[in-house]
Structures are given as structure tokens and as C-alpha cells.
């Protein structure tokens, strides 16, 4: 990982390499800030840089040995630790049972958050846990004398998921180095960890993209509503189809809704029938889009998160949706979802929600 691969974030790369130049490089530091801003993308590059033979002012060289290695992820000086789960009941996991998993989801792209990577490993997605074994292993790591690095680096993906004896002994470690050794902490949750580890680090905040940076790599009004974050903004543009389809479908239910065609609501409450997570689906959708048409009344462009599909269709809609009727439309679709979520037959609940539309929305 190079800089020059991070979206972005420009006075954290100034500064971490001028820290390096000057050789003031914390031995600990911690990188804190909401998901999908660079935070783990920007420590494998500082790793790279500092081990660098051949380092420029503003980048590792990309192309000596070390650079090559940890940049594939496999340099034996490069040790990584994050959350995982336990595959045998009799014992802790160990970071290392899943390392091939971490090094393909991470040169596949250093932007992913908790859920997506205990769902690659098939894990809970609501779990992690960094267990107390770990801290063990991450002892005895640190004391093998270095194989062909400056400095022996340990990257801690999340340490607010270390288990209380498990972070006791990395404060430590953390204390009383090895000589040598680099630490990174990633955390999105700094509060959560130990006051005595946060206070033995150099903290450094790594803040949301701006909207610029996000539009050098995803469309206009993908990077406008992805709120800085670069794993929402590949949501949404990987999204981007499902969305027009929603939004569509929206239109067709307003249609009929202002026609008041009750064969065409009919028809449509049949074809919602064929999926019930699809439904469920359409009806979350159908309860943010209102939301998104209300606040459009507040002519502050900056209130609404909309791709462009959106903006189009709720410019039209947003008389439509008012202080009188917002509350009642919400409330309706809340309990159209809240039944069919327990079953109820989807037919006739998306009939009566259209019907409840047809005195709430008028011309």
C-alpha cells in the first residue's frame, strides 16, 4: 500500500511522513475515526514507507523487496491482529487461523467495516472478538529478532474488541516495547478502549472525506450523499440500479394512488405478493423517500441524501407531502412492515396501505 493509493486525506499523509522523515515516528500510535476513511489503508502505507529502501519524499518506492512484501502482505516483520470468532469451543482463536481470509479481504481493498468482514469469514456479523490468546501470541511475535525490517510492526484492526486480560497485556507491551516495534491501533470506538492504552499512544484523528475527494473516484451525487465515508459511497453505487428500481416503484404507487385506480392497486399488491423480502424492502424504502420528499419542502439542499433519480422525482412529489399528512404516511407504512414482517398476508396489507394512501395524499 502506497499513499499515492489513498483517496484523500492529504494533511494526514503530510504529516505522518514529515513525523517519518525527521525520524519522530510514535512507536505507538492510534488512528481513530468513523469507518471508511483510509484509517487502515493509511497505516499498511506508513508500514511500507518506514521499511522503505529506497523511500521518496512523498512515497515508499513501491519496487524494493520490503516494499513488495508488505504490500502483498506476507513480510514476516508485519504482524496483524482484528476481531474474529471462535472455531473450536475447547479454545480461543487466533488471528493467524484466519490470516489468509484477512490478507484477501484486505489487498482486495483496505475500505471495509466489522460486518462485511465477519460475513467473508462467516461469522456473526454483529461479533468480533479479539480474545485474550492473542495477546500471547502478539508476545511472542514481537520478541523474534527482526527477520529483514527496520521495525517490527503490529497492526490492531479494531482494539475496542480485545477482551479485557487481552488489552491489559497489550498496555504492557505498549509500556515496554521491543526495541523496534511499531504500533497501530484502528479504532472507530477509541472510548471503549483502556484510558491507560489511549493515554500511551499519539492519537490522530483521520476525519471524514470532503465531498471533492469522494468525487475524484465515485459520480456526483454518489460522493454528495455518501457523507465522506468510501464504503457507503460503494454501497450506493454498487446500488445505484436497485435504487432507480425503487424509486420507480414508488412512482407507479403514487400513480395510482392519485388515480385512484383500485384495479391497478389491485394488480399491484398481487405482484407484491411474489417476495416478501422484497416487499419488506420496498416498503423501508418507501418510508425514507417520503421522509427525504418532506424535507425537500425545507428548500435546504443540504437536509436531502438523494441520487439524482431522486432529486428528480421528489422535486415533483414534495407538495404532495405536508405537515398534515407526513405523520400519517409514515405510520402506515410502519405498520405495513411491521405485519408482513409477521406474516400477515402481503396482498391485503399492500391493498390497505394503498388505500390508507388514497386519503392521506391528494391532488
Not at 471503549?192 to 483521520?206: D, V
Not at 422484497?278 to 425545507?298: H, M, S, V, W
Request: glycine share 6%; aromatic share 8%; proline share 4%.
Amino acid at each position: 500500500m502506497q499513499f499515492k493509493d489513498i483517496i484523500g486525506q492529504e494533511d494526514v499523509k503530510t504529516l505522518i511522513l514529515k513525523s517519518a522523515k525527521e525520524g519522530r515516528m510514535p512507536h505507538a500510535q492510534l488512528f481513530w475515526g468513523g469507518e471508511g476513511v483510509g484509517k487502515l489503508a493509511l497505516a499498511l502505507a506508513t508500514i511500507q514507507y518506514v521499511n522503505c529502501e529506497h523511500p521518496t519524499d512523498r512515497d515508499s518506492c513501491g519496487e524494493c523487496p520490503s516494499c513488495r512484501l508488505i504490500s502483498r502482505l506476507t513480510h514476516p516483520d508485519v504482524h496483524f491482529a482484528f476481531p474474529i470468532y471462535k472455531v473450536k469451543s475447547d479454545r480461543d482463536s487466533l488471528c493467524d487461523d484466519f490470516i489468509a481470509d484477512w490478507r484477501e479481504m484486505v489487498l482486495k481493498s483496505p475500505y471495509f467495516n466489522l460486518r462485511q468482514w465477519m460475513k467473508s469469514i462467516d461469522g456473526d456479523e454483529k461479533g468480533g472478538t479479539i480474545y485474550t490468546a492473542e495477546s500471547s501470541e502478539i508476545s511472542r511475535k514481537l520478541s523474534l529478532k527482526s527477520l529483514n525490517a527496520k521495525y517490527k510492526s503490529l497492526i490492531i484492526w479494531l482494539p475496542e474488541k480485545m477482551q479485557a486480560q487481552c488489552a491489559n497485556k497489550l498496555l504492557k507491551l505498549i509500556e515496554e516495547p521491543p526495541a523496534g516495534t511499531l504500533f497501530f491501533l484502528i479504532s472507530e470506538n477509541p472510548q471503549q478502549l483502556l484510558p491507560t492504552i489511549t493515554s500511551r499512544t499519539q492519537a490522530l484523528h483521520i476525519k471524514n472525506l470532503t465531498e471533492e475527494e469522494l468525487k475524484t473516484v465515485f459520480p456526483e451525487d454518489v460522493a454528495r450523499i455518501a457523507g465522506g465515508n468510501i464504503i457507503k459511497a460503494r454501497e450506493i453505487s454498487d446500488g445505484m440500479e436497485e435504487t432507480r428500481q425503487l424509486v420507480q416503484r414508488y412512482r407507479n404507487l403514487m400513480a395510482i394512488v392519485f388515480t385512484k385506480d383500485l384495479v391497478a392497486l389491485k394488480e399491484f399488491a398481487e405482484e407484491a405478493a411474489a417476495s416478501r423480502a422484497g416487499t419488506l424492502e420496498f416498503l423501508t424504502y418507501a418510508g425514507g423517500i417520503t421522509r427525504e420528499a418532506f424535507i425537500a419542502n425545507l428548500c435546504n439542499p443540504e437536509l436531502n441524501y438523494r441520487t439524482s433519480d431522486e432529486a428528480a422525482f421528489t422535486e415533483k412529489f414534495k407538495r404532495f407531502v405536508t405537515i398534515n399528512n407526513i405523520e400519517g404516511i409514515i405510520d402506515n407504512i410502519t405498520r405495513a412492515h411491521r405485519d408482513i414482517e409477521r406474516n400477515a398476508n402481503i396482498k391485503l396489507t399492500m391493498f390497505d396501505l394503498g388505500l390508507q394512501l388514497l386519503t392521506l395524499i391528494k391532488k
